[in-house]
């Protein structure tokens, strides 16, 4: 039998067999399926084809053959090592077995045709798609889906232009093109436009009903648009105009820069302590070894999440006691507490006690990212402290605040935190008002 013919032994759900079983409230039974013939080892597909995976939703899954049992064997004594939890581990099997049954072991698996049967048996919820990628990446089986030449934020952002009258749309690509082609500075990050476009897409919209080109924008508008808006929302509206009539101005599509003489300030609330109810017992709230290392680095040495993501096993300096904490401005070296010393050593005890297999070089490692080499999700530690009513952000601006509290000098503060000295004044106005101005020597 060949794959065409064990594909016609399956019966879709609207078949009359099935329709008799639901009206007589009994599901259908699985219907057993021959396995299909290998398909001879160098052999080409003749045409690439989307293969439909849904019959075999229900079906009962015929024996393995002897290449496709050892694949399985060696993809559980993987699994277990590496500790996926007993359901990851059984959505993937699952999945794998489909693919070794129907496409043989000999090739490579397409990344898509991996997804089309996660996605048809309904085991995507709890496979680990890229830690089975990365098992059969190992074992050379993986023929990886090539990336979009065209990210759905690069698209969204030319779909937005596009809706615009053909001037203007004009004039909005150029914008974009000329901030994603800086010569002297980094491009511009595709993101970072669409937030622009999203900061005025009511005054462009006004405009375009308005005016045929962007060229009849006045600084009267600009400043009708801003003011229209309070706040935060005021300030992001008045960055977004200014950037897109500065490019224009530099490319010289117009002739006047109606946001040239545009003024917003934006009043950003002190530094705020935490209320110390909040403080008392914070390590005892969680037994994670990773997670009471992350307060104690945040609470203590005022590391930020993002410090705490791109930490590696090569900035733990064990036998000085010492954390280098690199970031984009420079190297700042954070002196462990006993605490937080004892605490780092119980996390990489735990760290390489659960995972001694792991390649990946950061210090901080979660289930999905044992199986690669990237850091954590920039949210992991944001959302696991706010599920404990806690923010990074809060414990940070806590610690620096009450050392300002202590000293007035704000070199210190650029020593013990590194932090720049915009940042320290901030925190030494913050903590002494009346001296507000008064740069300490």
């Known amino acids: 039998m060949d794959r065409h013919d064990a594909r016609t032994n399956f019966r879709p759900p609207g078949s009359k067999p099935a329709q008799a079983a639901a009206k007589a409230g009994k599901p259908p039974h699985p219907r ?50 590496h500790a996926w939890t007993k359901h990851a581990r059984k959505a993937a099997a699952h999945i794998l077995r489909i693919a070794a ?42 023929l990886p889906q ?18 615009y009258p053909p001037r203007i749309a004009d004039e909005l690509a150029a914008w974009a093109g000329r901030l994603r082609s800086h010569s002297d500075r980094p491009p511009t990050e595709w993101r970072t436009l669409r937030r622009y476009l999203n900061y005025v897409k009511r005054p462009l919209a006004d405009w375009a ?34 950037s897109i009539f500065r490019a224009l101005k530099q490319a010289k599509i117009i002739f006047t820069d109606p946001t040239r003489s545009l003024s917003v300030t934006r009043n950003e609330p002190p530094p705020a302590t935490l209320p110390p109810d909040r403080l008392a017992g914070l390590l005892d709230i969680t037994d994670r070894p990773a ?35 690199r970031r984009p401005h420079g190297r700042h070296t954070v002196h462990l507490d006993e605490v937080t010393h004892r605490l780092l050593h119980t996390w990489l005890r735990y760290r390489h006690q659960r995972w001694p297999r792991t390649a990946n070089p950061y210090l901080f490692v979660t289930r999905q990212t044992v199986i690669h080499t990237g850091p954590a999700s920039p949210n992991y530690f944001p959302a696991t402290l706010q599920h404990l009513g806690l923010t990074v952000n809060g414990l940070r601006t806590d610690r620096i605040l009450d050392e300002a509290r202590d000293t007035a000098d704000p070199v210190h503060l650029v020593r013990v935190f590194g ?23």
Request: net charge positive.
């Open 146 to 163: 090539p990336r979009p030449t065209m990210s759905s934020v690069q698209a969204f952002v030319e779909q937005v232009i596009a809706g």
């Open 419 to 441: 932090i720049s000295i915009a940042t320290a004044m901030k925190y030494v106005h913050a903590a002494h008002p009346h001296r507000a101005g008064v740069i300490p020597r």
């Open 291 to 325: 997670i009471r290392l992350a307060l104690a680095l945040v609470t203590l040495h005022a590391l930020n999440g993002t410090d705490l993501n791109r930490l590696t096993l090569d900035d733990v300096i064990a036998a000085r006691a010492q954390l280098l904490v």
């Open 32 to 81: 057993q399926v021959d396995a299909p013939d290998p398909v001879p080892r160098g052999q080409q597909e003749l045409f690439p084809a989307e293969r439909d995976w849904s019959a075999l939703r229900r079906a009962t899954l015929p024996a393995l053959r002897p290449e496709a049992a050892r694949l399985l064997a060696t993809f559980d004594a993987h699994a277990r090592a």
């Open 209 to 242: 009903r308005r005016y045929q080109t962007l060229r009849q924008v006045t600084a009267d508008d600009v400043h009708a648009a801003v003011t229209a808006v309070k706040g935060d929302r005021a300030h992001e509206r008045a960055v977004a105009l200014r």
């Open 101 to 142: 049954t129907w496409l043989g072991t000999h090739a490579p698996f397409a990344e898509y045709d991996l997804r089309a049967i996660s996605a048809a048996t309904g085991r995507g919820s709890n496979c680990r798609p890229r830690a089975l990628n990365a098992f059969l990446t190992e074992h050379d089986l993986l």
